[in-house]
């Protein structure tokens, strides 16, 4: 069983042409969920998201270094950009160019990749894979302000090709070679 707000995407919420603030579904409700700062943003230290080397974690004669600095970026920031991937900017450049022309396709193109799909007792179920938002459990539930196309492209043959899309069509062949 689905949230039965789960169908709802944020492009067509944001595109009703009265939105003036994001939903206080996509806010913050509680002061103390809320950042907060002490210092004034002119006394706050410039933040940089850690990057992390991640050519220096493949070989057996790993860097100690990088791989402690890839644990610290993960307690404390949750994420890291990554550089020494291999992958060349003209071949990120069509990956992002084919993300942005699925996204800027009508609504009605991205919905026959759907995550919520037809469950076995008749209802409705959320699976992650495929074009939507994040899952919904409750009212209560803050969620991000963004929908989102996942698939999986690892290990090949747990693909759900259904949720492939097929325009534009080299999305498929871009993630294909993105994971090799």
Known sequence: MVHQAQGQLVQEVAADGVLHAPPSRYVLKKEQDRPTATATTAQLPELSIPTVDVSRLADADADPDEAAKLRSALRSWGLFAVSGHGMPEPFLDAVLG?????FH???EAKQE???VVDADDGGRK?????YGVD???TDEQVLDWCDRLYLQVQPEEERQPRFWPNHPPD???LLDEFSA
């Open 98 to 102: 084919a993300s942005r022309t699925f």
């Open 105 to 107: 396709l009508p609504t």
């Open 113 to 115: 990749y759907i995550n």
């Open 126 to 130: 959320f699976q992650p894979e495929g």
């Open 135 to 137: 899952r919904m459990d």
């Open 171 to 173: 999305l498929g062949e």
